[in-house]
Every structure is written in structure tokens, then in C-alpha cells.
């Protein structure tokens, strides 16, 4: 009798099967040409934003679908962007849809931004900057820039700065992306009525303007919460319920970027680095690169060289 699959040899089967029908797969971003592709194979979207942000542009048809039980309904020249888990049900592509997706990590996205980062995260967790309808002249330019990555990665010519090129075109996407966001947030909040703000979208935006400005992010949560003038639990929980990411994920978040900036700079050794994120010890440091990014500091710094 044969034996049925486990969970988790169902999601590495299809992983497989995406990794097969996507024109670019890598652990921090992936390109799906036509998301056709996953329907006929029986694949959910949810795999491709297990862990990471989905971007969804829809160039013909339509695309309607649940993201966290709000509906969308998706038409030619518009984007969707799915935060990491979001729960994706109840989708229906047209016939003549063509949608492709890019799936980006959060690693992708914090190399892109940099220190603006907090930029992308207001847009998405606080004004809620889950669509954007592009121009005739904005559709153009964001086909032009996946049409030149997608170009570039199928390219057979090889370069000895392939791997740079395509980091820069993909970071290219990422800031045009956010620039538009940004656009569509500052409407958004000309329209918005400030005494009809919830309360905790409002601790949750005072709490992501105190991580980005504090120098040195590693504190627990209550070091955030007194400065807030609420209790630990309280801003836990509405962090999880403006963002579905815990206090404590916000804050491990910042300081991973904090570290991924600081070990791009060959000048600065791993005790200033330590130091300036901290941690007493490069010790202390390296255990928490390990288990948050999954290498210590300087197999990092020698990955990213």
C-alpha cells in the first residue's frame, strides 16, 4: 500500500514544481512569468509568499482574489502586494489573464531600501498600500523594467558581474515600486479622517517610527512599550493585529538589516559591529546571526563580498 505524503513533503514537491516553471527562482526572489502556470499545476499561491512579499501585476484580464478575508479584484494595469503569510483563497483567473508574479524577500527588499525600509513597512502595515493602478506611461516603464530583468537573467551571454547586475535591476524594481507606494499612500492620507485613525494603527505607527530612529534597535519590547506609554503584551498584540508580525519579529527584523548594513563595510570589524547593534560580545552577536540569519557573521560578510 503506497504511503501518502506528510505537509511537508507535499510543500517540497511543489517548491519543486515552481522551482520548474519559474523563469527565475532563488531564495530571495523569484520571477513567475504567468501565474497561469501554478493553476495548471494544482500549485496555491500561499507557496510563493510563505516567507516572502508577492508582487502581482496584472497586464490583461482578470485576477480576483481573498488576501487575510479582503477581497481584491485585480484589472489590467494594476499591482498587488501580499505581505510574508498572507492567506490567499478564493481566486479566480480569467481566460485571458496574464498576471506575473515577483516574490521578494525581506532580505531583498531591506538591501534595496536600506534605511528606508520603515518606508515600505508604513505603506503596507499602517496605510494599508495593498494596490496600485499604474498610467498608460507607468505601465510602460514597469514593463520595461521587468522586461530588461527578465531579459538580462534568460540572457545566455555571460558577464563576469551577472550576479551584481541583477541585484541592481531587481533593487531598480524594488525603489520604483516603493516610490509609486509612497505616492499612493501620501492620496490615501490626504482622503483619510484623523478622528476616525484607529488607536492602535496609531501605537503601531509610533512604534515603527521609535525602531527606525533609535540608534541601537536590540532592546526588548518593553524598553518600546514604556516610551509608548503601554504594557509589552499590549503592543504585542497590536502589532499582530495591524501587521500579523509580533513586537519582538519587528524589532529582530531591524537589527538584521542594521547587521546586513553593517558587514557590506569591510572597514568596520565584528566588535564595532557588535558594538553599534547591541551586543556585548561578537559572540552574543554571532549566536544571534546564526540563528536569525542563518550563518554566522562572517560567513555572511564573505557570502555578500
Given at each position: 500500500m503506497p504511503q501518502m505524503m506528510n505537509n511537508k513533503d507535499k510543500k517540497d514537491k511543489m517548491l519543486e514544481i515552481v522551482k520548474e516553471i519559474c523563469t527565475y527562482y532563488e531564495d530571495d526572489f523569484i520571477i513567475l512569468n504567468d501565474i497561469r502556470k501554478l493553476a495548471a499545476c494544482d500549485i496555491?499561491?500561499?507557496?510563493?509568499?510563505?516567507?516572502?512579499?508577492?508582487?502581482?501585476?496584472?497586464?490583461?484580464?482578470?485576477?480576483?482574489?481573498?488576501?487575510?478575508?479582503?477581497?481584491?479584484?485585480?484589472h489590467e494595469r494594476q499591482i498587488l502586494i501580499c505581505p510574508p503569510k498572507a492567506e490567499l483563497t478564493n481566486y479566480e483567473i480569467s481566460e485571458d489573464c496574464y498576471c506575473h508574479g515577483l516574490s521578494l524577500s525581506t532580505n531583498t527588499l531591506q538591501n534595496a531600501l536600506k534605511n528606508n525600509i520603515d518606508l515600505w513597512n508604513k505603506c503596507i502595515y499602517v496605510d494599508k498600500v495593498n494596490t496600485l493602478t499604474l498610467s498608460e506611461e507607468g505601465e510602460d516603464l514597469w514593463i520595461k523594467y521587468y522586461d530588461l530583468l527578465a531579459a538580462k537573467i534568460m540572457s545566455d551571454e555571460i558577464n563576469s558581474y551577472d550576479g551584481f547586475i541583477i541585484k541592481s535591476l531587481i533593487h531598480s524594481?524594488?525603489?520604483?515600486?516603493?516610490?509609486?507606494m509612497l505616492l499612493n499612500a501620501s492620496e490615501k492620507l490626504k482622503h483619510r479622517m484623523t478622528q476616525n485613525t484607529k488607536q492602535s494603527r496609531v501605537i503601531f505607527r509610533n512604534f515603527l517610527d521609535l525602531l527606525n530612529n533609535e540608534p541601537i534597535k536590540y532592546h526588548p519590547?518593553?524598553?518600546?512599550?514604556?516610551?509608548?506609554?503601554?504594557?509589552?503584551?499590549?503592543?504585542?498584540?497590536?502589532?499582530?493585529?495591524?501587521?500579523?508580525?509580533?513586537?519582538?519579529?519587528?524589532?529582530?527584523?531591524?537589527?538584521?538589516?542594521?547587521?546586513?548594513?553593517?558587514?557590506?563595510?569591510?572597514?568596520?570589524?565584528?566588535?564595532?559591529?557588535?558594538?553599534?547593534?547591541?551586543?556585548?560580545?561578537?559572540?552574543?552577536?554571532?549566536?544571534?546571526?546564526?540563528?536569525?540569519?542563518?550563518?554566522?557573521?562572517?560567513?555572511?560578510?564573505k557570502k555578500n563580498a
Open positions: 496555491p499561491l500561499n507557496v510563493l509568499v510563505e516567507d516572502t512579499n508577492l508582487v502581482l501585476y496584472c497586464a490583461a484580464g482578470k485576477l480576483k482574489l481573498d488576501v487575510n478575508l479582503v477581497s481584491y479584484d485585480l524594481v524594488v525603489l520604483e515600486l516603493c516610490g509609486r519590547v518593553s524598553f518600546y512599550s514604556d516610551q509608548l506609554c503601554v504594557t509589552s503584551k499590549y503592543l504585542a498584540n497590536v502589532c499582530r493585529q495591524e501587521s500579523g508580525k509580533s513586537a519582538i519579529v519587528w524589532i529582530q527584523d531591524r537589527v538584521i538589516q542594521d547587521i546586513q548594513f553593517l558587514l557590506e563595510k569591510p572597514e568596520i570589524s565584528l566588535k564595532e559591529i557588535a558594538q553599534q547593534t547591541g551586543f556585548d560580545t561578537v559572540s552574543l552577536l554571532g549566536r544571534f546571526a546564526r540563528k536569525y540569519m542563518g550563518m554566522s557573521p562572517r560567513f555572511l560578510r
